[in-house]
């Protein structure tokens, strides 16, 4: 077929549609901020030794409307359409000879790999539950009330890592399925199943990636508007109706072709091979990106009760309005220790921070520690506010005690008897997986 009967078999409306898609996903797929690649490819997700990071950083690049009113411009996302509608307006006005189907082939290649992108990330990192890892220890001992509803959300689904599984085999199926034109519409068919109920969940439960699901799911339907009236006629009218299937571009040099092939293959080598063997790792090491990898000191893991506490030297008892005093301390597996106070907290709801335990709930203090098992000192550094550290000397009466000396953030001296309490969770005895 020609280029000449090509483009009649399409509309007016539809060539200026089709373009517009086009630069859709462009725009929202290839970062054109210079930031993004003056930024530290190890650094943030608390995890700054996790090896790869750099793909997630490519996975999770975010337009400049996602990032913005914590993933929740619309105002922006309507905005950058509209520049598209207009852009697709301007290239029909400039270029009225184009190749539609060619076009429609760079469409469908943008579009899959900008959904293969975002969804293997979420996809491996369900299949290997470390999304949404199960409740710390500080978390099972905060009170329900103290949790944003996107926060809990996230905790009761890292409770069943059945569920967990299951979703992100689910998601991984459809990723897999959009890597090949073959099977691309059934892949973008299960993307929508998936993306929907998604998108709805962070608008019911305020989860902080609304934008970012919504944006997947306008791309898993724009790869399937083409073939809507035949989706009709099979479904409602039981009409036998082949569809849409898309060539393979070929190129006027050969090498140009295999160039083609080899960056999809090292595409999937990278963003699903190695990328899965990554999350694996850090499952089978029992780790998870959401929280802080460096150990901590094993045996000081566990609830304490604060059984005396002193400041200046002077003795604070246990009341319920006693906004100073320390009521409990955690030390959590990995190396955080957090410190229940009963005072008002600022909740820090800002994606910035969203992968950190502290995320979306308050009530408690939380430091990262180093422990020097020399000097027997405990370094404590703020979590959110890194410049604010304690130093406290610590001596060790039984097992199941500490005595800690030191000096607080506000230079006041700490007197603290620790008495560790055996405490079990029905959240964790009766966990599935």
Request: aromatic share 18%; with cysteine; net charge positive.
């Amino acid at each position: 077929m020609s280029t000449i009967t090509q483009a009649a078999a399409w509309k007016p409306y539809e060539k200026i549609l089709l373009r517009t898609a086009l630069i859709y996903a462009v725009i929202s797929t290839i970062p054109f901020t210079p930031e993004f690649y003056r930024q530290d490819f190890d650094a943030g997700f608390n995890v700054n030794d996790y090896p790869f990071r750099w793909l997630d950083v490519i996975s999770q690049n975010k337009p400049w409307f996602f990032a913005s009113q914590e993933g929740k411009n619309y105002t922006g996302w309507f905005i950058t359409v509209l520049f598209c509608i207009g852009g697709g307006f301007l290239w029909d006005l400039v270029d009225r000879r184009q190749d539609f189907e060619k076009i429609y082939y760079w469409f469908y290649v943008a579009a899959r790999y900008g959904i293969i992108l975002r969804m293997s990330w979420f996809a491996w990192a369900k299949v290997f539950p470390v999304q949404m890892p199960f409740p710390t220890i500080s978390q099972l001992n905060t009170n329900l009330g103290d949790f944003t509803p996107g926060k809990l959300y996230w905790l009761t689904t890292g409770v069943s890592s059945f569920f967990e599984v299951f979703a992100g085999i689910f998601e991984l199926i459809a990723t897999l399925l959009l890597l090949f034109r073959r099977t691309t519409t059934l892949g973008a068919l299960m993307m929508v199943a998936i993306l929907l109920p998604i998108w709805f969940v962070n608008i019911g439960y305020d989860a902080g990636v609304e934008l970012t699901s919504l944006h997947l799911l306008t791309l898993s339907l724009l790869l399937l508007v083409r073939d809507s009236r035949r989706f009709y006629q099979i479904l409602i009218d039981h009409q036998a109706v082949a569809l849409t299937f898309v060539k393979p571009l070929h190129f006027p040099r050969i090498w140009q072709d295999r160039l083609r092939v080899a960056f999809k293959y090292v595409f999937i080598f990278f963003f699903v091979v190695v990328r899965g063997f990554g999350y694996g790792q850090l499952y089978a090491h029992g780790k998870s990106f959401k929280l802080p990898l460096e150990d901590g000191l094993a045996s000081t893991t566990g609830f304490y009760k604060v059984t005396e506490f002193r400041l200046n030297n002077q003795l604070l008892p246990p009341t319920p309005t006693d906004s100073v005093r320390w009521e409990n301390v955690i030390f959590e597996k990995f190396n955080t220790v957090s410190i229940r106070v009963n005072k008002n907290f600022r909740l820090d709801t800002r994606n910035a921070v969203r992968t950190t335990e502290y995320y979306g709930n308050i009530g408690r203090y939380y430091y990262g520690y180093q422990a020097d098992t020399i000097r027997k000192v405990f370094h404590l550094r703020n979590r959110a506010d890194t410049a604010r550290h304690i130093t406290l000397h610590y001596e060790q009466p039984t097992a199941d005690s500490y005595i800690l000396r030191g000096v607080d953030e506000s230079r006041d001296s700490l007197y603290v008897v620790l008495s560790k309490i055996d405490k079990t969770y029905p959240l964790e005895q009766k966990r599935k997986w």
